[in-house]
Nanobody
Framework: QVQLVESGGGLVQAGGSLRLSCAAS????????MGWFRQAPGKEREFVAS????????SYLDSVKGRFTISRSNAQNTINLQMNSLAPEDTAVYYC???????????????WGQGTQVTVSS
């Protein structure tokens, strides 16, 4: 059974930091792009960041560039998202996902975690 399990969410004040982690199990994700998405109440799920298997191809949503850093450990089957300088508009449920393609489209991600809540207070 393929599982992506996120952790690390919580409540933080504006300007603070959080580190999200995603543990993958149930199959190998060799060659897969791993991504982070988020969904705020009343809004569509949006792409946040992605990283290739080798880590040499990374993409970010423009509004998080310079504040968020995605990384992965293939040996440990984990993907991380370091989030700094958090703002209230970053409040959302954050999801980990896996795709065989270098894509930002939610429809092209095959596997999804259950999500972890991030709340940034002003």
């Amino acid at each position: 059974q393929v599982q992506l399990v996120e952790s690390g969410g919580g409540l933080v004040q504006a300007g603070g930091s959080l580190r999200l982690s995603c543990a993958a199990s149930g199959r190998t994700f060799r060659g897969y792009y791993m991504g982070w998405f988020r969904q705020a109440p009343g809004k569509e799920r949006e792409f946040v960041a992605s990283i290739s298997w080798t880590g040499d191809t990374i993409s970010y949503l423009d509004s998080v560039k310079g504040r968020f850093t995605i990384s992965r450990s293939n040996a440990q089957n984990t993907i991380n998202l370091q989030m700094n300088s958090l703002a209230p508009e970053d409040t959302a449920v954050y999801y980990c996902a896996a795709s065989p393609l270098p894509t930002t489209r939610t429809s092209e991600y095959d596997y999804w975690g259950q999500g972890t809540q991030v709340t940034v207070s002003s």
